[in-house]
């Protein structure tokens, strides 16, 4: 019997690395770096290009919010700092459309569940995901197919 966890927010995170890394760099980052063995950050990664691609089955704990991770569905999109390593937003038009798909997938699967940027938790003291989550959300226009 599958135990199902109480998803209380979907977080938005970003990578905070250039926008060319691979997401087996990152593996191997939070491998030996951060000693979490073989638990991803995230549940999905969302590639420049759009592609989505799935970290780790839902019903597993990520490590993405720090004392959270129990509740929360991770979702980063890689890149998020400039050239210079500081804070910028570097989203392709694709990766938000990406996310934009990715978070209404999960809130019709975790209604309960609220969207947050890493950053909105309290005590956390991080720009990710180099953004403001609320502010986007309710900004954003998807494209449509023609």
């Known amino acids: ?22 997401i ?5 980052f939070w ?4 000693g979490w063995g073989d638990t991803p950050g995230y549940h999905y990664a969302i590639h420049p290009d759009g592609e989505v691609e799935q ?9 993405g919010v720090y004392l959270h991770n129990s509740t929360c569905i991770n979702v980063a999109y890689i890149g998020g700092i ?3 390593g500081k804070p910028k937003d570097t989203r392709t038009r694709a990766q938000e459309n990406a996310m934009f798909n990715l978070i209404v997938s999960l809130t019709e699967r975790y209604p309960q569940a609220q969207v947050l940027g890493h950053r909105d938790f309290p005590g956390v003291a991080k720009a ?5 989550v609320k502010t986007w959300l309710a900004n954003y226009t998807p494209d449509v197919a023609a």
């Open 128 to 132: 990710c995901p180099s953004f403001d």
């Open 31 to 34: 491998k030996e770096q951060r």
């Open 55 to 63: 970290l780790l089955a839902e019903d597993k704990n990520s490590n």
């Open 82 to 84: 400039d050239k210079a």
């Open 24 to 28: 087996e760099s990152i593996k191997r």
């Open 1 to 22: 019997m599958k135990i199902l966890r109480n998803i209380l927010h979907i977080v938005i995170h970003c990578t905070a690395t250039p926008p060319n890394t691979t």
